[in-house]
Structures are given as structure tokens and as C-alpha cells.
């Protein structure tokens, strides 16, 4: 397997790890999964191609959804009353 899809495994076994902390312990590792994720997707798409990189995203869509929501809502609003 690829260097980059076994960094995507471990990602995802992190992310749950994280996920059964308690809520207060889940904001700094969590905000480094999400800010890793990008770098990630990036790597997958050069060694494996598009589609994996579609598979990764959907993962990382997938376990931050809440947290990805509550931030479009917020710049929604701060955007939306500045205009």
C-alpha cells in the first residue's frame, strides 16, 4: 500500500481515537487532524489519483461534519451581517 493511503489509515484510526476523548480534550488534536487533513489529501492525490483523494475527503467530511456545519453557519452569519 502507498505511503500516503497508510498515513490515511492512520488518520482515520487517530480521528476516532480522538473522538472518544472527553469534549474539552477533542479541540487541539482534533483542529490538527483537520488542519493535517489537507496536506493528506494532497499527498494521496499525487501518489494515487483523484479518486482516492474523493474517498479521503469524504472521510474527513464525514467524521467533521458537526464541527464543519456550526463553522459555515458562523461565517454565514458574520459574513452575512457585514454585507
Do not use: D
Not at 6 to 16: F, M, R
Not at 18 to 35: K, N
Not at 46 to 61: Q, S
Amino acid at each position: 500500500m502507498p505511503l500516503s493511503l497508510t498515513l490515511a489509515s492512520v488518520w482515520i484510526i487517530a480521528a476516532a481515537v480522538v473522538a472518544m476523548l472527553p469534549m474539552r480534550w477533542q479541540y487541539v488534536p482534533g483542529i490538527a487532524l483537520l488542519v493535517l487533513a489537507i496536506p493528506l489529501m494532497v499527498m494521496v492525490g499525487r501518489e494515487v489519483g483523484w479518486i482516492w483523494v474523493a474517498v479521503v475527503l469524504f472521510a474527513v467530511l464525514s467524521m467533521y461534519r458537526n464541527p464543519l456545519i456550526a463553522l459555515l453557519r458562523y461565517l454565514r452569519r458574520r459574513l452575512g451581517g457585514a454585507a
